[in-house]
């Protein structure tokens, strides 16, 4: 098991003791609170009950001072004194019992919720005793000392806000960091397509499908062309919210079908039958039928992400901006790169970048993280770099910039794959 492993395992053994001990409090909590409950019942049950015996006792020592005769004759009798408004030792004892019980769950609750925030606690210094919270390190601090790589991440930064519809974040940020005009012009133009689809995509994951079908519209046949699902599912969803809501939206869905399915019956034909039966169950409606999975929120959620995927593919730009890219392709390094740091630190070797723009181990990130090839020169056994690009041969052959040199003489440069002889300086770089 390696070091995250271990670091995983060990920080997930104190979250899983908490969260048992967290679970078996919810359950003892709602005991108690059930008990409380039922204490304070009859302790108002008592209390009712004795209000109701001095009102009854204090009624039957009243006596009128009217005329009871009607002779025009008052009479003035003595009444007993009010009877007491005390409670007798036996109510008093139930009150005394269920005040005490009382206080002995809330006390009880008060200790178990103490334990668990210690429990807590603990696991803030595990994650602190079991990971490494110093990054310096594996970071080039002197990158960012340059001037234009700054100007490069702030126009990243400016971009993302772009691409999710916060203009004047953006502009705050260009205006503040003094971006040059032109750097700030490429801002919004190049995110401007993009900060349209995310805002079609935003919308429906709201269910508002207005937008996205205008779009699908309009890129139709180039939607048809790479034989993309994405405008048929968009109308199946709207003929199905137009279903969704009863009986009185019958005769529009069946007219949008009409309207929207005709070009989609060669290729859906079986698929557009299945959604013509589900005005069987208009009566009882959807949420009852087998269809009423298009009425959940996964539905709309899985559609907004096809439309993502489809629409940036067919404008030929990126659905993640390159600052989410670089973020989550760094998490994905770190762990790699905070231990070799400690390698490294065993073996006395100062620094983890050696001058070179490479890392000195190899990290495979996901294949969402790849966009072009790497070549490595089949000679020097090495990988290609901007300093020692790769070289194209007038044979077709490619090999890197140092080993064109190393087994060139003068001018003349034979291949090392053919026996073709070639002018050295005729070999041109290429772009994966």
Aim: aromatic share 8%; charged share 25%; net charge negative.
């Amino acid at each position: 098991m390696d070091n995250e492993s271990w670091a995983c395992s060990s920080v997930e053994k104190d979250l899983t003791r908490v969260v048992t001990k967290l679970e078996q409090l919810h359950e003892n909590a709602a005991a108690d609170i059930g008990d409380i409950a039922t204490q304070m019942s009859e302790l108002v049950e008592v209390l009712s009950r004795a209000e109701q015996l001095v009102t009854t006792l204090n009624s039957s020592t009243q006596v009128s001072q009217d005329d009871p005769m009607g002779d025009g004759v008052s009479m003035q009798v003595e009444t007993e004194p009010t009877a007491p408004q005390r409670l007798t030792e036996r109510q008093m004892e139930s009150i005394r019992k269920a005040i005490g019980r009382c206080n002995e769950l809330v006390q009880k609750l008060s200790t178990e919720h103490r334990d668990l925030h210690g429990s807590i606690s603990k696991i803030g210094k595990a994650i602190d005793r079991n990971f490494s919270a110093d990054f310096t390190s594996t970071m080039r601090v002197d990158v960012l000392q340059d001037e234009e790589n700054l100007m490069l991440l702030n126009k990243a930064i400016a971009k993302h806000y772009c691409r999710q519809g916060m203009e004047n974040v953006a502009r705050s940020l260009i205006h503040e960091c003094k971006m040059p005009a032109e750097h700030a012009q490429d801002v919004f133009e190049s995110e401007r397509e993009f900060a349209d689809i995310y805002g079609m995509w935003v919308k429906i994951q709201k269910r508002d499908l207005t937008d996205a079908l205008k779009w699908a519209k309009t890129y139709s046949q180039q939607l048809s062309d790479r034989h993309s699902l994405i405008e048929f599912r968009l109308h199946r969803m709207r003929f199905m919210q137009l279903v969704s809501y009863g009986l009185e939206s019958q005769r529009e869905a069946i007219c949008y079908a009409r309207l929207n399915f005709k070009k989609f019956a060669v290729r859906y034909e079986h698929e557009i039958a299945n959604l013509m039966a589900s005005f069987i169950y208009l009566p009882s409606g959807l949420e009852n039928s087998p269809y009423k999975h298009f009425l959940g929120q996964e539905m709309w959620t899985e559609l907004s992400f096809i439309f993502l995927k489809d629409a940036c593919q067919l404008l030929g730009i990126s659905k993640n901006s390159a600052l989410s890219v670089v973020v989550n392709a760094g998490c994905t390094a770190l762990p790699a790169l905070l231990n070799i740091k400690q390698v490294m630190q065993s073996r006395q070797v100062l620094g983890m970048w050696n001058g070179c723009d490479e890392l000195p181990i190899e990290i495979d990130l996901q294949p969402e993280f790849r966009f072009h090839s790497i070549f490595a020169c089949p000679i020097l056994r090495q990988q290609t770099s901007e300093d020692n690009p790769p070289k194209k041969l007038t044979c077709g052959h490619v090999i890197s910039n140092d080993a064109l040199h190393k087994l060139s003489n003068g001018h003349i440069l034979k291949c090392p794959y053919c026996p073709v002889e070639q002018n050295a300086e005729e070999a041109v770089r290429i772009y994966f």
